[in-house]
């Protein structure tokens, strides 16, 4: 087995959900796992191994950089509604996924956009909470804890006409602003005949690189920083699934929006997209409205205990809990930092 651990902050749930992520993942892309928390420094670590003798923090990581991403719908879906609204001046810096293909990876860059499985785990799909899966290699991690249909909270925070898979496509690939028209006056493009004045470059005329990079670019530019301390690795970022309360904002009526300026919030899509994959198969504890409590443990458990500790059970080994609110940002809920919960 191989071990390795990284820094956490034990008050952002985002970053303690992306480590139960890491967990989730690992034991998919590897097996054998077992995590813990070693708060026995000032600098809390996640220590996590696996089987392989891979750097399971790598071979996670190095997956996300390179999944597709396709969408689940049940037998017989019928498409409606209007997902990904507002979005026009967007797109992704990859360029889209045709519909064929088989799903795997054997014909490069190819992956089915949607796939109709009977194991659906909704009674039925909504455009904008369609479960996803993450594609690499013969491999997939599904994403769909906001749409299990089981009586477990879904803990989905965003709202809107955004899918999932536009959420984890920016998390992932990033996106770039589309090239805004050229405005030029009749007199201007006359001058520009007559004389040959060059036109002067216009603002965000250029489509080159990521208007606001995701994972893959990180991993190509900053892969050791991301290797040594994935979470502290942020960059602005537009709309996310609100795990990390650093990129959180709520309205003051003071006449501002991050969005209608077009000003990202810095954030890590890192702990964006980990803190979903860790909510597959467990939830933190919505004990009364929009106030959440959650636990970190300090022995080396599987993911089946590690989920139950999470969501607050008590197995008489060494833990920690924590409780934080859900803020309110128009629709959208976001996470906030924890404070420790203390028990007598």
């Not at 750097?55 to 990904?84: C, H, M, Q, T």
């Not at 299990?148 to 984890?168: C, E, M, Q, T, W």
């Not at 209608?260 to 890192?270: F, K, L, M, N, R």
């Not at 919505?286 to 205990?305: C, F, I």
Request: with cysteine; aromatic share 8%; hydrophobic share 40%.
């Amino acid at each position: 087995m191989e071990q390795a651990s990284i820094p956490v902050d034990l008050f952002n749930p985002g970053q303690v959900f992306a480590c139960m992520g890491f967990l989730e993942a690992a034991e998919v892309l590897l097996g054998g796992v077992e995590a813990h928390f070693d708060w026995s420094k000032a600098q809390a670590m996640f220590v996590l191994r696996a089987d392989g003798g891979q750097n399971p923090f790598e071979v996670v990581l190095e997956f996300l950089s390179k999944a597709k991403i396709r969408e689940l719908i049940p037998i017989g879906y019928v498409e409606g509604g209007a997902a990904d609204g507002g979005d026009d001046e967007e797109e992704d810096t990859t360029p889209s996924e045709p519909e064929d293909g088989d799903g795997s990876d054997d014909s490069p860059g190819k992956a089915q956009a949607r796939i109709a499985t009977p194991a659906f785990p909704a009674g039925e799909g909504d455009r904008n909470a369609l479960p996803i899966q993450l594609v690499h290699d013969g491999r997939c991690l599904t994403v769909s804890h906001w749409a299990d249909g089981s009586s477990r909270d879904a803990f989905k925070l965003y709202s809107g006409n955004r899918s999932a898979k536009r959420i984890a496509t920016q998390m992932l690939q990033g996106v770039r602003a589309k090239p805004k028209k050229n405005h030029r006056s009749a007199k201007r493009i006359a001058t520009q005949m007559l004389q040959g004045v060059p036109a002067k470059p216009t603002r965000n005329q250029s489509n080159d690189g990521p208007r606001n990079k995701g994972l893959r670019q990180l991993w190509e530019e900053q892969k050791e920083a991301l290797l040594k301390t994935p979470f502290d690795v942020v960059t602005p970022m537009g709309g996310s699934f609100n795990f990390d309360p650093r990129g959180a904002w709520t309205a003051i009526n003071a006449g501002y929006s991050p969005n209608t300026q077009e000003h990202g919030i810095a954030a890590s899509p890192v702990v964006e997209i980990l803190a979903a994959i860790g909510l597959e198969h467990t939830r933190p504890d919505q004990y009364e409205t929009r106030k959440v409590r959650y636990a970190v443990w300090g022995k080396a458990l599987p993911p089946m205990l590690a989920r139950a500790v999470l969501a607050g059970a008590d197995l008489k080994l060494p833990m920690r809990r924590f409780v934080f609110n859900l803020d309110l940002s128009g629709k959208d809920k976001v996470t906030t930092f924890a404070q420790e919960e203390t028990r007598l």
